[in-house]
């Protein structure tokens, strides 16, 4: 860029320009799932998807760092299409699975891919993914995209295993479908941490961003923001007594004793993990960059 001064001359000037991805603003994420290219460097594909009229898998890529809908339309071309594999983009290699047919969420219905507010989207009813490998940490920050579909089911957006009470179970972010609506972590014994009414939040396409921490969950700090405003948290249902640690693996979709039960609900466009605290530092960068791209809120 030529800048000219008031004497007549001129000089050049460097002009900054955003960074395409949001990988160039914060780095070091553990495990990193988007319908977008969220990383300069990354050269896999997005999604595995499988077609339902011969049961034929392909992987998608990116095309100007978005979904290659084009290959994707082409594939399911007049059926419906499936997600098998939700690539993970951190360079950890903590790829989300599901092998059985009845358990895949959809991506595209009978040759039209699902989208929220004009981006693609997967949609999930009692559907999940699963990594079993991911490193456990005692701290993590989660950001997710999400758009419930049916508020009168309770359901898992994303969580973890954990040890709660000497027995397997999970802590993730948990919709409970009946009055007075709940919305928060929920370990999967009726117990939950969380804010009451919280249907239209739920209804609506959010970005939320959740503080995971080992220990009670009434008291080890976890926090909760929707579109980039803290929630003010309580004892919702049941009893937090007991620690919990976070162990190995993460879930999408998916919660109960053991990780029995599927509980998806609604359409999900991005997941991003950090083992570390981002409740206030790197939180409003990454919250702005996911925002300006899905235009949430």
Request: with cysteine; proline share 2%.
């Amino acid at each position: 860029m030529r800048v000219i001064l008031n004497n007549g001359k001129s000089i050049s000037r460097l002009v900054s320009k955003a960074p395409s991805f949001l990988f160039d603003e914060v780095s070091g994420a553990s495990a990193a799932y988007s319908l977008r290219k969220l990383n300069s460097s990354y050269s896999g594909s997005a999604i595995g998807v499988r077609r339902a009229s011969d049961n034929s898998t392909l992987s998608i890529g990116f095309v100007n760092n978005e979904l290659d809908t084009a290959t994707l339309n082409s594939f399911c071309n007049g059926t419906d299409g499936f997600v098998t594999t939700w690539y993970d983009q951190s360079g950890n290699g903590y790829d989300l699975t599901q092998s059985t047919a009845s358990l895949q969420f959809k991506i595209v219905n009978s040759g039209t891919i699902y989208t929220v507010n004009g981006k693609p989207a997967f949609l999930g009813d009692e559907d999940y993914l699963e990594n079993t490998t991911k490193t456990a940490s005692s701290t993590a920050t989660m950001f997710v995209v999400h758009k419930g579909n049916n508020n009168t089911s309770s359901i898992s957006l994303a969580g973890f295993p954990v040890n709660h009470l000497s027995s397997p179970s999970q802590i993730g972010l948990y919709y409970w479908g009946a009055s007075p609506y709940n919305f928060g972590f929920n370990t999967w014994a009726n117990d939950s941490f969380g804010y009451t009414n919280a249907t239209s939040d739920f209804d609506s396409q959010s970005l939320w961003t959740a503080l995971f921490k080992d220990g009670n969950i009434t008291t080890s700090g976890v926090k909760l923001f929707r579109n980039g405003t803290e929630k003010t948290l309580s004892q919702t249902r049941g009893n937090s007594s007991g620690a919990r640690t976070i162990g190995d693996g993460f879930k999408v979709g998916v919660g109960g004793q053991a990780g029995g039960n599927q509980e998806s609900n609604g359409y999900y466009q991005e997941i991003i993990v950090w083992d570390a605290d981002y409740s206030s530092t790197n939180r409003a960068t990454i919250e702005t960059n996911i925002n300006t791209y899905y235009s949430i809120y």
